[in-house]
């Protein structure tokens, strides 16, 4: 089963062939230009039954190489904001929202969130059979 983290990496690597998609800026000896993808956030809510929303928010770094100018940048936002709109996990289409990106420290950060809904299997118990109820009248009501 595919995450929506291998959704985003099928993204990025199809899109940056020639630039490494690592998980820290440890990974990167110091070198660009590279994409550090981290999950920046997750949440899950109870909505009816045993049906969920579930949220996935997601920080894609671009470190540029050396000698990298800026319009190579904003290149590299314009095509994030463009395919990052809807990934494919297992089959299915997942859409993107509240896209966004800054940079910060020569760095570019672009951010994304992924919701979606699950359904968790019942867990199948035990039925009651019988049910004893006893009942004390009081002063005889």
């Not at 993204?11 to 999950?39: K, M, R, Y």
């Not at 997601?58 to 463009?82: H, M, P, R, T, W």
Request: with cysteine; net charge negative; charged share 25%.
């Amino acid at each position: 089963m595919k995450t929506v983290r291998d959704g985003v990496l099928d993204v990025l690597a199809e899109h940056f062939p020639q630039v490494p998609v690592v998980d820290s800026l440890a990974d990167t000896e110091g070198q660009g230009p590279c994409l550090i993808l981290s999950l920046w956030s997750a949440a899950q809510d109870r909505e009816t039954g045993h049906r969920y929303k579930r949220g996935h928010t997601f920080d894609i770094l671009y470190v540029k190489g050396q000698g990298e100018s800026g319009e190579a940048q904003l290149e590299v936002y314009e095509l994030l904001f463009n395919q990052l709109t809807q990934i494919t996990v297992d089959g299915s289409l997942l859409k993107g929202s509240k896209l966004r990106c800054e940079t910060v420290t020569g760095a570019l950060h672009f951010r994304v969130d992924y919701d979606f809904h699950i359904m968790v299997e019942r867990q199948q118990g035990p039925v009651m059979q019988h049910l004893k109820a006893e009942v004390e009248l009081r002063n005889g009501k």
